[in-house]
């Protein structure tokens, strides 16, 4: 049980380091744009 609960926590660990670094790439590019814009 317990080994099954930390594979989901390392599961949703993952997503969350997917969904930070998507953010920052799409952070990234506003600034860009941004920039380009002025």
Request: charged share 30%; aromatic share 8%; proline share 0%.
């Amino acid at each position: 049980m317990c080994k099954l609960f930390q594979e989901k926590k390392r599961n949703a660990q993952r997503v969350i380091d997917g969904f930070t670094d998507a953010k920052t790439k799409v952070d990234t590019f506003c600034n860009t744009l941004n920039m380009l814009a002025r």
